[in-house]
């Protein structure tokens, strides 16, 4: 019998290996159909899931009801399950090249109880060639099986976009790849249980690779460039998104508004093919140049607050600046890699007393992470307030509000355009 007739009639079982903003979904969703060994190693994890909860607000409590799943932290309990997804993060180091430590330990966690004719997916972001090059040797050296002839592979990345309620597993289209033409009709068949919408079979796992990399890095690419517009822009004073409104209307224009660039996506991906596309002594001048732009913005916002506050005629040591949002996009719990620190961080440079409130963030994962806590309700007397993040919480504020936390000449900081042309009395400035 093959391997998907045993999951579906539950003679085996599929695992999958980190639950975090990719993992758990996936996991509750093939637990709808299937059973489900779900690993981690943050055993206070473990503990929550157990009880229904997801600590990362991600997913509801009532997706965990009628789920054939066993949560765990011992590795060891992969013994049982013959269809592996590996699903744990892929970030870049201090030095922006790919710290890939994690997916290692997962393949090394799986391959320890590796059996012949098991199949192991990878969901997890990395460059083209990287599942084949360095995670099957690893597979085959661990588990002393041969890769194509004892143990399957393939990959399939994920489209996980957090706080996005309709683009999700069920919805979105599935990228599929395999080693071979018979895995790949395996792993479309076991995917095909929980996707509704259409799986697409890649031809090779390279390309599956390439595909789910480039995603990004066009996003990061096109930021970038609205970006620099916005820089030249303010020096010409055009307001970006009234050009953007006006470009707009041309059915083929393509709206990108201005902004921080983080997360554990768009502001990492592009590090990956970087570093391979160096290995092939070619240095990609376009995505290096998006990256150092939008790697940038952060300090351009709290350099642009500092020169507004000094035009104000507000000496710069002491004065005091109200952050509003620390995620990486509106309404997500979710901290990792958020360029709002580099906003905090050149504040404090340029001697400027920095405060952060944000309703969805953990105020002990902020400072764990960060170097810095947040405040639990804004104060009063704030030389400029810069809105960083969208919070649905922000988006309905007026002005009269803005006032009441500030002091004399303050300004406030727009970053995402959110109250344009409805601030009238106190200054303002957006990219």
């Not at 637990?31 to 055993?43: C, E, R, T």
């Not at 990609?284 to 300090?299: L, T």
């Not at 994962?365 to 960060?370: A, I, L, N, P």
Request: with cysteine; aromatic share 8%; hydrophobic share 40%.
């Amino acid at each position: 019998m093959d391997i998907y007739n045993k999951l579906v009639k539950k003679e085996t079982r599929l695992s999958v290996v980190g639950l975090g903003y990719v993992g758990l979904p996936l996991a509750l969703a093939f637990a709808g159909k299937l059973s489900v060994i779900a690993l981690d190693q943050d055993k206070e994890r473990i503990v929550s899931l157990k009880q229904g909860v997801d600590t990362s607000g991600e997913v509801a409590p009532e997706a965990f009801r009628d789920c054939d799943i066993e949560f765990t932290s011992d590795p060891s309990r992969l013994a049982d399950a013959s269809f592996h997804i590996i699903a744990v993060p892929t970030p870049v180091n201090n030095s922006k090249t790919p710290d890939l430590s994690l997916l290692f330990s997962a393949s090394r966690h799986v391959a320890r109880h590796l059996k012949k004719n098991d199949h192991v997916v990878y969901e997890s972001t990395v460059y083209p060639g990287a599942t084949e090059e360095e995670c099957v040797p690893l597979l085959s050296q661990v588990s002393g099986l041969k890769y194509i002839d004892d143990f399957k592979v393939g990959y399939s990345p994920e489209r996980i976009n957090p706080g996005d309620k309709e683009h999700t597993i069920r919805t979105v289209k599935k990228v599929v790849s395999a080693c071979d033409g018979g895995t790949l009709d395996t792993i479309a068949k076991v995917y095909g249980l929980i996707v509704e919408a259409a799986i697409f079979k890649a031809s090779s796992i390279k390309v599956a690779e390439a595909a789910k990399i480039i995603e990004n890095i066009q996003r990061d690419v096109n930021i970038a460039l609205i970006n620099e517009l916005s820089i030249l822009f303010d020096r010409m004073g055009l307001n970006t998104y009234e050009v953007l409104e006006a470009a707009g209307t041309k059915w083929n224009f393509l709206t990108f508004k201005p902004g921080l660039v983080g997360g554990h996506c768009i502001g990492v991906d592009p590090y990956y093919l970087i570093h391979k596309a160096m290995k092939y002594d070619y240095h990609p001048p376009i995505i290096k140049a998006a990256r150092s732009v939008n790697d940038s913005m952060g300090f351009y916002v709290a350099r642009q607050t500092a020169a507004k506050l000094s035009s104000n005629g507000k000496v710069i040591p002491g004065l005091r600046v109200l952050v509003m949002g620390v995620t990486i996009k509106e309404n997500v719990s979710d901290i990792r890699n958020s360029r709002i620190s580099d906003i905090v961080s050149e504040l404090i440079t340029l001697g400027i007393q920095p405060e952060v409130y944000d309703p969805h963030a953990s105020s002990q994962t902020v400072m764990k992470e960060m170097g810095f806590p947040l405040v639990d309700v804004p104060g009063r007397e704030y030389d400029a307030i810069i809105v960083a993040v969208a919070h649905d919480e922000f988006k309905d504020l007026q002005e009269d509000y803005f006032i009441s936390l500030s002091s004399p000449a303050a300004i406030l900081v727009d970053v995402k355009g959110l109250y344009r042309g409805r601030i009238k009395r106190m200054g303002y400035w957006s990219l």
